[in-house]
């Protein structure tokens, strides 16, 4: 069991979705994976509306704040997607928080977690989604 003083936290995010079925799914979904695999002290944080193009999102600032204070021992995510859109900006973002002791784990990649020799894969699968339309 993966159990800690610490957060583990779930970030969802789209940019449109006028029936809220995408971030309602990417929460109940991203709950029964952390339940599943023993994770606890569940955050849930969330941007609906905000565009992946841009770091400046008020959920995606105050994850960022707890993962600085030392608070945040996992970040679960749908897809690598859901933390942005440019793939550069991305990757350096999950080097970062790994580098700093916390886990990112995106249950669509294989494995679901990220290890260094899975980073190519994943800049790859961030930089052909970001082709996509927000």
């Known amino acids: 069991m993966k159990q800690s003083n610490k957060i583990t936290a779930i970030y969802c995010r789209t940019a449109h979705d006028p029936y809220g079925i995408s971030i309602e799914n990417q929460k109940r979904v991203l709950h029964e994976y952390a339940t599943e695999q023993g994770y606890t002290n569940l955050a849930i944080y ?27 021992s996992a970040v679960i995510v749908k897809d690598i997607s859901r ?35 899975t980073y190519l894969d994943a800049l790859l699968a961030a930089s052909l989604n970001g082709g996509e339309r927000e």
Request: aromatic share 10%; proline share 5%.
């Open 83 to 117: 933390i942005g859109r440019n793939s550069i900006e991305v990757m350096k973002w999950v080097w970062e928080i790994t580098d700093a002791g916390v886990s990112f784990i995106s249950i669509n990649q294989p494995d679901g977690i990220l290890p260094t020799e």
């Open 46 to 72: 969330v941007d609906e509306g905000f565009s992946g193009l841009t770091f400046d999102r008020p959920s995606f600032a105050k994850l960022e704040a707890e993962i600085k204070a030392g608070r945040v």
